[in-house]
Nanobody, 124 residues
Framework: QVQLVESGGGLVQAGGSLRLSCAAS????????MGWFRQAPGKEREFVAV????????NYANSVKGRFTISRDNAKNTVYLQMNSLKPDDTAVYYC?????????????????WGQGTQVTVSS
């Protein structure tokens, strides 16, 4: 069992930055690929970024490539999402998710565990 708790969301002006964190429980964090997803009102949950279990590989949605950076610290059981050059379209609830060992999953159904989400609002 893995429990995930996101933090770091908030209100920011367009062009600003935020860093989201996701703290995981359990001693096997380094065995899980970790992903970030987001869901805006009235829209489906969409993939944002994923980092492999070892941290050696990452993958991003085209809409955030070059602006967002995913990273992890396995010693702290934490995954991060650094978000720069934020746009109003980035407004959503952001969720982190964990999938045992699979390299770089991009689909929500591939993930085993989810956090409760953190709201990010970007004003224009």
């Amino acid at each position: 069992q893995v429990q995930l708790v996101e933090s770091g969301g908030g209100l920011v002006q367009a062009g600003g930055s935020l860093r989201l964190s996701c703290a995981a429980s359990g001693r096997t964090f380094s065995s899980y690929a970790m992903g970030w997803f987001r869901q805006a009102p009235g829209k489906e949950r969409e993939f944002v970024a994923v980092v492999s279990a070892t941290g050696g590989s990452t993958n991003y949605a085209n809409s955030v490539k070059g602006r967002f950076t995913i990273s992890r610290d396995n010693a702290k059981n934490t995954v991060y999402l650094q978000m720069n050059s934020l746009k109003p379209d980035d407004t959503a609830v952001y969720y982190c998710a964990a999938r045992y060992w699979t390299s770089l999953p991009r689909e929500p159904h591939e993930y085993d565990y989810w956090g409760q989400g953190t709201q990010v609002t970007v004003s224009s």
